[in-house]
């Protein structure tokens, strides 16, 4: 079936260090991704999408490019800031409901 | 996106009381929603898929009797946790499906602690 695999936290960074965080996944068809952040205490806010093969889902300073060659959506940002600190779970969507990545959690010092 | 909006955010009962979240729909006629349950450092762990006017599908594991959802209309799905107990204790989250291959829109989650 599918399935999503994401880098293992935590990953501590200093302000403004650049930020990647890797997901690979395994799918049947032509999935869509997604990357979404979750805020202690609070449910998860889609960051950024991609539904095709080398579509580039941007937002907030994050990017992540659909790669089928290597079934990849890396994470990027290149110069985090402390609110950056949170949860992030890659995932996918093709014929079954959403799957999931473990999540990692970011998180940021001044 | 929808925007969707889940109630309560948090509560904390005895054990042996039942306890209803819901999940709204603002602006997205839903026919699909889904609940999840996330446990503390954990990822999310899709309980059931809520079908307006039909019955949930549940996943595997999950007590269809202790979880019961109701998707009466385009707009509200709600769980139920019957009988509640220590072990029901957790973060659950609701979303809402806006397409085939499109984002699900979550709620912002209702952490339940039961005593």
């Known amino acids: 079936g599918d399935s999503v695999t994401q880098m293992e936290g935590p990953v501590t960074l200093s302000e403004e260090a650049f930020l990647t965080i890797n997901c690979t996944y395994t799918a049947t068809g032509y999935p869509s991704l997604f990357w979404y952040v979750q805020y202690p205490g609070e449910g998860l806010q889609l960051l950024l999408k991609?539904?095709?093969?080398?579509d580039k889902g941007s937002n907030k300073g994050f990017e992540a490019t659909y790669r089928k060659e290597t079934t990849s959506f890396h994470l990027e940002k290149g110069s985090v800031q402390v609110s950056d600190s949170a949860v992030y779970f890659c995932a996918l969507s093709g014929n079954t409901p959403l799957v999931f990545g473990k999540g990692t959690r970011l998180s940021v010092i001044a | 996106g929808a925007v969707v909006s889940q109630h309560p955010s948090w509560v904390i009962c005895k054990s042996g009381t039942s306890v209803k979240i819901e999940c709204r729909s603002l602006d997205f006629q839903a026919t699909t929603m889904f609940w999840y349950r996330q446990f503390p450092k954990q990822s999310l762990m899709l309980m059931a898929t809520?079908?307006?006017?039909?019955?949930?599908?549940?996943e595997q594991g999950v007590e269809k009797d202790k979880f019961l959802i109701n998707h009466a209309s385009l707009t509200l799905s709600t769980l139920t946790v019957t009988s509640a107990h220590p072990e029901d204790s957790s973060f659950y989250i609701c979303s809402v499906e806006t397409g085939i291959n499109q984002p699900q829109h979550f709620g912002d989650g209702t952490r339940l602690s039961i005593l």
């Open positions: 991609a539904t095709k093969a080398d």
């Open positions: 809520s079908n307006e006017g039909s019955k949930a599908t549940y």
